[in-house]
């Protein structure tokens, strides 16, 4: 399974990116995916994940209703619509896979969850 993030780039504050995540190797529509991130020097955090139908999402309380998670399994691809960036958004994102397939429902918000993730896509957002 290969993921290859895109659609990262530098951004004022107050702005908008929306990320892809296209997924090649196998079909994504039995599986959840998720968004993470990490800043310089800091750990990589959860941002954002979805089931394996599109009709579910959960997010990190630092980005709900800011950033939107979506999927369209026909281009197996999973999209992170961030809108009214910050300058604390800065960072590597990162769309990940799990190994198993996953239930109609099922959220995976925990990095030890997923085994495959993608080469990880820069967001910088300027003040």
């Known amino acids: 399974v290969q993921l290859q993030a895109s659609g990262g780039g530098l951004v004022q504050a107050g702005g908008s990116l929306r990320l892809s995540c296209a997924g090649s190797?196998?079909?994504?529509?039995?599986?959840?995916m998720g968004w993470f991130r990490q800043a310089p020097g800091k750990e990589r955090e959860f941002v954002a994940a979805i089931d394996r139908s599109g009709g579910a999402a959960a997010y990190v309380a630092s980005v709900e209703g800011r950033f939107t998670i979506s999927r369209d399994n026909a281009k197996n691809t999973v999209y992170l619509q961030m809108n009214s960036l910050k300058p604390e958004d800065t960072a590597v994102y990162y769309c990940?896979?799990?190994?198993?397939?996953?239930?109609?429902?099922?959220?995976?918000?925990?990095?030890?969850?997923?085994?495959?993730w993608g080469q990880g896509t820069q967001v910088t957002v300027s003040s």
């Open positions: 190797g196998r079909a994504l529509n039995n599986f959840a």
């Open positions: 990940a896979a799990p190994l198993v397939t996953t239930r109609w429902g099922r959220l995976l918000q925990n990095e030890y969850e997923y085994t495959y």
